[in-house]
């Protein structure tokens, strides 16, 4: 577990950096952490830790530490509090094997069953899940147009879109990350998610209600992770969720 863990951490600052380079924003990485110079998009942190017992000034002195910086914790070791930041949230990393041996398939085909989800292919797709999903932060024609990003939606009759996720492959494991429904059924969306991807591990995290539907559909808890916030008391928090 703690390999699949290190997995996971890996993964998300993968996903992180493809957003932000999607922003126009490139990040660095070695082997500490991954980490941006200047203030991540929206919902997104500014560093992601990839190994234990990291450095926290140095770790800090890589980003903008000012109001609203935000850290993902990925082993839940940093005391970043006597730098002015406190825990926006704790969550788990989570992991589930291949749901079905290589090559096998357990995709439904598009609206023929009930957890089937379809990729988002157009830009006109891609606006209305970024508007059921709440957020414009991943509404970018280069999320699209990456081979290593899969933009899950499952719509409704009248083809609204009713629920969603991502998938990012760029290594061992399939990354999921940003799933939603808007009918509160996440657990039909991350059977969506296994049955898109059966024959890969997948990995992401989750927390509090968002755990239950994950572990229904086979994921189990690999280890804690938090997410440090500076708080911005102009403006209020700013969650960072990538």
Known sequence: MAAWRAVAARDNADWCDLVGRA??????????AWSVPRRSPQWYP?????????????????????????????FADLDLAPHGFRVLFAAEWIHRPPAAPPGASLVEPPGAGPTALAPVTSARGLADWSAAHG????RRPALLADPRVTILAR????????????????????????????DGDLAR???????????????????GGGLPPAEEAGFRRIGPLRVWLRPDHHRGPDPATG
């Not at 609204?160 to 998938?167: D, E, S």
């Open 135 to 138: 957020s414009e932060v991943l």
């Open 23 to 32: 922003h126009g924003l490139a990040g660095a990485r070695d082997a500490d």
């Open 46 to 74: 500014d560093a992601v830790t990839l190994r234990p017992h990291v450095d926290a000034a140095r770790l800090l002195a890589r980003i903008d530490a000012g109001p609203g910086a935000s850290v993902k914790d990925s």
């Open 189 to 207: 969306v991350w059977r969506g998610v296994v049955a898109a991807c059966p024959d890969r591990p997948l990995v992401g995290y989750e927390s």
């Open 155 to 182: 719509h409704a009759a009248d083809g609204a879109v009713t629920a969603g996720a991502v998938l990012t492959d760029g290594g061992p494991a399939v990354g999921v990350s940003n799933v939603f429904a808007a």
